[in-house]
């Protein structure tokens, strides 16, 4: 009788601590999948904030001319009448003529002054805002960088003078060097595993792509029939939203997140890693011509071929869709064939040196949409395939924090935005447009080769990172335990083991207990 007892208390516990287990898995796969909406609503605001940067970029590109020349005494340029916004191509500016006349060449300087300071500032700021974004995590400087984004925004729209103007738009690289680095590092971060990476940094460049060819027809239409300042009121009226949405999802020290983190490699020791440092240098070659060719295809257009204002306004808009094609396309390829990531850059570095080169050739509006749609798609291949390349590089060769590393992406960027008002227009004077262009398809196509150096990276073995030794500690709260439980459940679906040794890791795997199968699955992408 007693031993029928004990075998029904036996039975009981057992039953207990089975409904226990249960109940805790039902609360880690809740937990789990409301992790996973998170970061896709997160990969919704970072997409947001790179949008609206772009946008602020480019919807200048009317709307400055005009009003530059009307600051100084001109009467071009509709804008709101005195007693509110107004509507109708009847406008006049909201500038009175207080301003002596500029030359036509003084004029043309201060525009390029006046686009390249974003570029300029954002340069100088970037190594600063990756070192914090490392230190304090991507939230909050994402959340300063939008922001300083509104600041910027509402300034241009209240703009009066020269100077008001330059400091909005240095304010503008300001916020640039906050939420863009810390919005691409986050989506590294959240998004550790392939192909999930390349999907959410590709579904990012879309948007930037987007922000950049959409913003001039959409500040364009908007300053002819509301005037000047409603295009970028709506603009920070979107980034006040994306920010209190930021706040929601990820209130600054809401979570104990950080304190999980490792130290990030500085800096200074990214920029000198020879694989980072010919990523770093294939993002700024390739971004040459688009930098190059903003400030002065519309002036070649006009001299010759006679085009049109519209047509100079929409040369760019076509460009939209082979962009986002090239982003799809690379997403897929990579998921498929992921150790030919560096061709992928390859390949799109000698389209846009094969389409620089044609833009002289071109005799009108038609025919200078094919090549300018070829440099876009060119820039799609390269951006798609090297930047998730960026984060695999320090995950397997530093630590996996990705603030300084998509900081240095930036600065590539930046080199070519900061040169392109100011140097591109020197260049056409003295040597030619057709120079121009033979010039800056000439450097993409030698640079092309340089990326076979990165034919082997995804041969390399992971180092033993603060993360992994973090994992192996094991989980010390609800928050590493769903993202080990995550980890796990990502690497059921990769590929297995024995298909790694192929690729020199399965003796890692064999070596390396406790290390999660998601983040031994990262080490396998090029």
């Given at each position: 009788m007693s031993e029928a007892g004990g075998a029904g208390r036996a039975r009981a516990a057992v039953e207990r601590l089975s409904e226990a287990v249960g109940e805790r898995r039902r609360q880690l796969g809740t937990a789990m999948g409301e992790a996973r909406r998170q970061r896709r609503l997160l990969l919704g605001v970072v997409c947001v904030a790179l949008l609206l940067d772009n946008m602020l970029y480019m919807v200048i590109v009317p709307i400055i001319p005009d009003y530059i020349a009307?600051?100084?005494?001109?009467?071009?340029?509709?804008?709101?009448?005195?007693?509110?916004?107004?509507?109708?191509?009847?406008?006049?500016?909201?500038?009175?003529?207080?301003?002596?006349?500029?030359?036509?060449?003084?004029?043309?300087?201060?525009?390029?002054?006046?686009?390249?300071?974003?570029?300029?500032?954002?340069?100088?700021?970037?190594?600063?805002?990756?070192?914090?974004?490392?230190?304090?995590?991507?939230?909050?400087?994402?959340?300063?960088?939008?922001?300083?984004?509104?600041?910027?925004?509402?300034?241009?729209?209240?703009?009066?003078?020269?100077?008001?103007?330059?400091?909005?738009?240095?304010?503008?690289?300001?916020?640039?060097?906050?939420?863009?680095?810390?919005?691409?590092?986050?989506?590294?971060?959240?998004?550790?595993?392939?192909?999930?990476?390349?999907?959410?940094?590709?579904t990012a460049l879309a948007c930037i792509s987007f922000g950049s060819l959409a913003a001039p027809p959409f500040g364009g239409v908007l300053y002819e029939f509301a005037g000047k300042r409603v295009p970028f009121l709506v603009l920070a009226c979107v980034c006040l939203l994306d920010g209190l949405l930021l706040l929601v999802l990820a209130p600054p020290g809401g979570t104990g997140a950080r304190a999980n983190m490792p130290v990030g490699t500085p800096i200074h020791r990214l920029m000198i890693d020879p694989y980072i440092a010919v990523v770093a240098g294939a993002l700024a070659t390739c971004n040459i011509p688009l930098a190059f060719l903003e400030p002065t295809i519309a002036n070649w257009m006009k001299d010759s071929m006679g085009a049109s204002e519209w047509e100079v306004g929409l040369t760019w808009l076509p460009a939209f869709f082979p962009h986002v094609l090239g982003v799809y396309v690379t997403v897929q390829l990579a998921a498929a064939y992921p150790h030919l990531q560096w061709f992928y850059g390859a390949l799109g570095m000698a389209i846009i040196g094969a389409s620089s080169c044609l833009v002289p050739a071109c005799r009108n509006f038609g025919q200078v949409i094919i090549p300018l749609c070829g440099i876009c798609f060119g820039i799609a291949l390269v951006d798609t395939a090297l930047l998730p390349t960026l984060a695999f590089l320090v995950d397997v060769r530093h630590v996996s924090v990705y603030g300084s590393v998509y900081a240095i992406a930036d600065i590539s960027y930046c080199v070519a935005y900061a040169l392109g008002p100011i140097v591109a227009g020197q260049i056409v004077h003295t040597m030619g447009f057709a120079q121009l262009n033979l010039g800056m398809g000439l450097a993409n196509v030698l640079y092309a080769p340089v990326l076979l150096f990165l034919k082997n990276v995804c041969q390399m073995k992971p180092s033993h990172s603060e993360r992994n030794i973090l994992l192996e500690e094991g989980p010390k709260g609800l928050y590493d335990t769903i993202k080990m439980e995550e980890r796990k459940g990502m690497g059921k679906s990769l590929q297995p083991a024995g298909e790694m040794d192929e690729n020199g890791m399965g003796s890692y795997h064999r070596d390396l207990k406790g290390v999660s199968e998601e983040d031994s699955s990262d080490y396998e992408y090029s």
């Open positions: 009307a600051m100084r005494g001109g009467t071009a340029g509709p804008s709101a009448p005195a007693g509110g916004n107004g509507s109708g191509g009847g406008n006049r500016s909201l500038l009175t003529a207080r301003y002596p006349p500029a030359s036509g060449s003084n004029e043309d300087v201060q525009i390029g002054v006046l686009f390249a300071s974003k570029a300029m500032l954002q340069l100088l700021v970037n190594p600063l805002s990756g070192t914090l974004i490392d230190r304090v995590g991507y939230e909050l400087p994402l959340l300063a960088g939008l922001g300083v984004l509104f600041l910027s925004t509402t300034t241009f729209a209240f703009a009066e003078n020269y100077a008001t103007l330059f400091a909005a738009r240095s304010l503008q690289g300001l916020g640039s060097a906050f939420a863009d680095t810390a919005g691409i590092a986050l989506i590294a971060d959240r998004y550790a595993e392939e192909p999930a990476r390349s999907r959410a940094l590709g």
